[in-house]
């Protein structure tokens, strides 16, 4: 077996990233994009959704089961592009208290879920991973196109996060298990 790290190439232990949201690495560009198109449409004007992703997102989070379109469990949900985008139209954020609150199985999100398409662009697959691409497009009811097409390049990840987005990562975590007096650990 060959190391792919060393002689100037660093080990993957070496290129740590962090998520933005408690959701598989692929879910975090289409909720990223699915934020984008809720500040443009409210979710209750939504007749139908229309999703373009690369091919190893579409393959591994949309298309591997029907379970990813109807989750039973947190451990499907949190690896589903499709519910991913709907929990985040719907609700403004993905948290690990979407999770806790079993949003995969209530009516609102199963109702919008059964009105989406994902599919598969080819000139997306074509530019991975070192271009990553998600259009979102929302059909109103009325007819009218509201779009949302985000891109996520491999410099972006390979650049990290700053201090002041960790701390909001730890704070927005954190909200919930400490209290205001003491939002963290004091290290001497």
């Known amino acids: 077996m060959e190391l792919k790290g060393g002689k100037g190439n660093l080990f993957a232990v070496e290129r740590p990233n962090m998520k933005s949201y408690p959701v598989r690495d692929s879910c975090q560009l289409v909720i990223m994009t699915a934020l ?41 949900a949190d690896h589903s592009i499709p519910f991913s985008i709907v929990v985040a139209i719907l609700d403004g954020d993905v948290t690990p208290e979407t999770f806790r609150k079993k949003r995969y199985l209530d009516p609102d999100v199963l109702n919008l ?35 949302a097409h985000s891109v996520f390049k491999q410099e972006e990840l390979e650049k990290g996060w700053t201090d002041e987005q960790v701390e909001g990562k730890y704070m927005k975590l954190a909200q919930t298990i400490l209290t205001p007096n003491r939002p963290g650990i004091v290290w001497t």
């Open 113 to 147: 879920l059964g009105r989406m398409k994902c599919e598969e662009d080819p000139e997306f697959s074509k530019q991975t991973p070192a271009i990553r691409n998600c259009y979102i497009e929302a059909t109103t009811h009325s007819g009218e196109k509201v779009v």
């Open 36 to 76: 984008e198109l809720r500040k443009k449409i409210s979710p209750d004007q939504i007749q139908a959704l229309r999703v373009k992703i690369y091919g190893s997102a579409y393959r591994t989070a949309v298309a591997l089961s029907p379970n990813l379109w109807a989750p039973k469990t947190r451990e499907t």
